[in-house]
């Protein structure tokens, strides 16, 4: 699909919510989308396992689900949602984490999404899979 | 609930974390505990307006972190989630979505639980997620 200019890209994913996650949106390409989350906190929140869980387990599902939506043809395809999510949490996070999301597989009805999050010194933070259900729009004109 | 178990259970409630959806302990005993979430607390939305996927997979870790605290006591600490499989079902839009935890399995190292999410509505099964996390003694 065409994709988006990088400033509309990013605008779509800046909300209130992943600012106070300080998850944002930074590139963007076929198939393929990257977000960072802007540790640490500074306060409580980085002492809370759940909280950091929480970060990276957004990050991963918008960075999928962007990838998927920088892929498909909207003339022929549609996203369906998230199938599921196989992570591995590899080590905690204390610094700005990259997390990248690509398509590995695509075809109606279900793609493969790769997940993976590397901390500023290139070291693996977490890693997955997603399978994402797809489907396919009828030709214009055919009855439904 | 035991002084210990409402003691666990308040410290959870007042963390960041519930915090920041507005989560509730309904349930915590040896065999299950359950996370209660109203939507509307939730601004991170997903498909059709559902919560997020990564914040019902969050929330799965963390009710299966405090039913592992719970059972550990003082004899150590959950840690980490170091895993998750969850399969999405079906979008989470009720009003109000719970996330009931129940232990498989507690080694010395590691332990592995099961989570269900479900709509309080109706009853539907959003999710079913399996999570391990670590011990640490």
Redesign the interface.
């Given at each position: 699909m065409p994709v988006q200019s990088l400033a509309e890209w990013r605008q779509r994913w800046e909300?209130?919510?992943?600012a106070?996650?300080k998850v944002r949106p930074v590139e963007v390409a076929e198939g393929y989308a990257q977000f960072v989350i802007d540790l640490p906190y500074g306060d409580?929140?980085d002492g809370?396992?759940?909280?950091?869980?929480?970060a990276l387990?957004?990050?991963?599902?918008?960075a999928a689900l962007a990838a998927v939506i920088a892929r498909v043809d909207p003339e022929r395809e549609q996203?369906?949602?998230?199938?599921?999510?196989?992570?591995?949490?590899?080590e905690?996070p204390s610094e700005p984490v990259t997390v990248e999301g690509r398509v590995v597989y695509w075809q109606v009805p279900s793609a493969l999404i790769e997940v993976v999050a590397t901390g500023a010194d290139g070291s693996l933070i977490a890693r997955g899979v997603s399978p994402y259900s797809l489907r396919a729009k009828a030709p214009e004109g055919a009855a439904s | 609930m035991s002084p210990a178990t409402s003691e666990l259970v308040a410290g959870a409630e007042g963390s960041p974390t519930y915090r920041e959806f507005g989560v509730t302990v309904p349930v915590l005993e040896e065999e299950r505990a359950v996370l209660s979430v109203p939507r509307e607390s939730v601004r991170l939305r997903g498909v059709r307006d559902s919560i997020n996927g990564g914040v019902v997979a969050t929330l799965a870790c963390a009710a299966a972190r405090l039913l592992l605290q719970s059972r550990l006591g003082d004899e150590g600490r959950a840690g980490a989630a170091t895993e998750i499989d969850i399969a999405y079902l079906s979008a989470a839009r009720g009003s109000v979505t719970t996330f009931e935890a129940r232990m498989l399995r507690q080694g010395g190292r590691v332990a592995v639980c099961e989570v269900d999410v479900r709509d309080t509505d109706d009853g539907t099964l959003n999710a079913k997620a399996r999570v391990s996390l670590d011990i640490e003694r």
């Open positions: 909300n209130e919510g992943a106070n996650l409580e929140r809370d396992l759940d909280f950091l869980n929480l387990s957004y990050a991963v599902d918008v996203p369906n949602g998230t199938a599921s999510l196989h992570l591995n949490f590899l905690a | -």
